[in-house]
């Protein structure tokens, strides 16, 4: 932020100055002074942008600007010299400099001075514009010359003229009333609707579509139409909050009133439905509600041939965002509108296959994926099926995966890179893009870019924010992992405890690491007991640690079988005495290590050794885990067991091999 702080207050000061006037460009304009991060800055610089040169495109070529680039309408703008030269070259440097935002290694953050220095002086003018404009349309002049016709008029004809003004005025006035009466009686109109508060923040619920259908086997189809919907939100980036299908998913059956859902998912509006499969026609009706109000803001039934479902979930998304007056970018309407199969039964088997993914995750991984690869068999240009099938196959490979991470790798790579071959928009392949980065090649610049992309292309996917912020956490930078965690939170999401108590440790802040867990383990039913003892074990508070795991133990929980939670058990049972317990633990891993290397135990022996204090036998196994690709390996930088390694340089030689000194390198050249 020192780079560009007086930059910043111009702006600051801007966005007082407008406060009220222009609710799209104040939002984006507030999230830009808010951020300290150069990428953010530029993403809201070009959003700022965006919201101007469409509002100048309607005003001043008289159009929508639908889905033409921004530099094409700038370049009209100037041809029909509808905006000064000077402000044009301020947004043509603007459109063009924020574009590489999305290269890390060609773009220096000195850059963002000039882009919020153009920003500044485009959002000056346009004020100035709005307001001359407000000002013409009073047009002083006609006024005066109708005055002075007036006044050389008889007075008897000036009378019988105001007469029949009047006459004119009530007759107006009372069509006016009797229309707006049959609008707000729904007497005319084929659709409900209410006035929007444009101040209410832009939140939203899609609840599970109900199945009418009268075939339990149409579910997953009903449950499909709901996270489309929800997919096609996350790409807006004007919405506030957009809840996500799993949180919505417990909502399914209940009998719980609107107001109650709203109040309990913190939104403002809520969507729900029906769907109803009849032969080769489907029924949908959705209605768009603002519970706290008890209005019903718009509502339609979709009456069509099924193979037209896809189509229905754009429009019903692409309605929610006019009725509760969004702001729509062409990009993100183009995104929307974009068919992404015409095969009726690939369609129908992706939704079964995302369905069993909601349900048994990775329990019934092989299955999901056998479904995914008829999916591509049906339609070999389906981008979205190649990412699913890349993204599930990378999962095989994950902490809790049954295959080598390098297996796993080259299993997803060829799916993720058709994938983006066909639609360099898909955001799940560059998000697992991010995870062959980060897990498998230890490439942590080409893994952010990655991470990064994907929350431009669907900035409302709250999932997408809580696994961010652990990649920054591992890159030691728990202020960005701060932000993400946040938002997630903001989003709806039950917060992973462990990262949040991570990051507060990791920012010195105990205290808060100690609340956070409070407050989760207040809030939950059915607590994740292992994940609370981790979080004692970056505590260093061992009793507590031990009394946790072996809760999660004695409950069975899904992951006590994983080297993950053995090696907490094993180094809690060494730290309060229990060492025939602990060795015990390791001699099973380590007979398991020998077996494979999926799961990683070769990282969390080592990670074991060294919290005990045993630093050869620790770097022995952490050398194995570097070897074997470790996908655990990213770890290294930040875990606190690990900082009894730091004065031996065979823990800086694996610090390197892993990745993180070319990491630090980098960071340190974006801070120049």
Known sequence: MQIWSAEIKELESLYTSIKGQFPELEKDLGHLIKTDDENVALLYSRRCLEIIVTDLCERELKRSRK????????????????????????????????????????????????????????????????????INHIKPDKVKYESQVEDAVPDDARKSKKRLIILYSGLLLACVLIIVALVLFNVIGSKKQSIVNTDVKKSIAVLPFHNYSGDPNQEYM????????????????????????????????????????????????????????????????????????????????????????????????????????AFLTSAEKQNIQKIPTTNQEAYELIQQGLHLWNINGMNAIDQEIDLILKVIALDPDYADAYAYAGMLSLYKGAYAGNKDISVAILDALPFIEKALELDQNNSTAHFTMGYINEWGRWDYIKAEKEYMKAIELEPNRSDYYDMISE????????????????????????????????????????????????????SQRDPDHQRIGECFIWLEEYDSAKLYLEMALKNKESEILLPRFQVCMALAYYKTKNYHQSRFIINQLNVKSKET?????????????????????????????????????????VTPVFNNLKNDDRYWDLYERTGHKAYDEYMVEMKK
């Open 222 to 325: 009903s449950d499909g139409l709901t996270d489309e919907i929800i997919n096609h939100l996350y790409k807006i980036a004007s919405f506030d909050k957009v809840v996500s299908l799993n949180s919505v998913l417990t909502y399914k059956g209940t009998d719980k009133r609107l107001p109650q859902i709203a109040n309990e998912l913190k939104v403002n509006y809520i969507l729900e439905g029906t769907y109803k499969k009849i032969g080769d026609q489907v029924r949908v009706t959705a209605q768009l509600i603002e519970p706290k109000n008890d209005k019903h803001l718009w509502q339609n039934e979709y009456d069509q041939p099924y193979k037209e479902i896809i189509a229905i979930q754009a429009d019903i998304a692409l309605q929610i965002a006019d009725q509760v007056k």
């Open 597 to 637: 290397s999926s799961k990683s135990p070769d990282y969390f022996i080592g990670w074991y050794y060294s919290g005990i204090g045993e630093v050869d036998s620790a770097f022995y196994w952490l050398e194995k885990a570097c070897q074997n690709r470790s996908s655990e390996m990213p770890w290294l930088k």
């Open 67 to 134: 889905t033409e680039p921004l530099k094409g309408i700038i370049d009209k703008l100037h041809r029909e010299e509808k905006v000064p030269s000077h402000i044009i070259t301020s947004m043509e440097s603007l459109n063009s400099l924020s574009t590489y935002g999305t290269h890390p290694k060609e773009f220096d953050p000195e850059q963002v001075r000039p882009i919020l220095l153009n920003l500044a002086t485009i959002i000056k003018w346009y004020v100035k514009y709005r307001n001359t404009q407000i």
């Open 471 to 522: 990649f920054f956490l591992k890159m030691n930078r728990p202020d960005k992992a701060l932000f993400f965690i946040e938002k997630a939170y903001e989003s709806g999401l039950t917060i992973s405890a462990p990262v949040m108590t991570e990051v507060y440790i990791l920012s010195g802040n105990k205290k808060e690491a100690y609340s956070t867990i409070n407050k989760y383990l207040e």
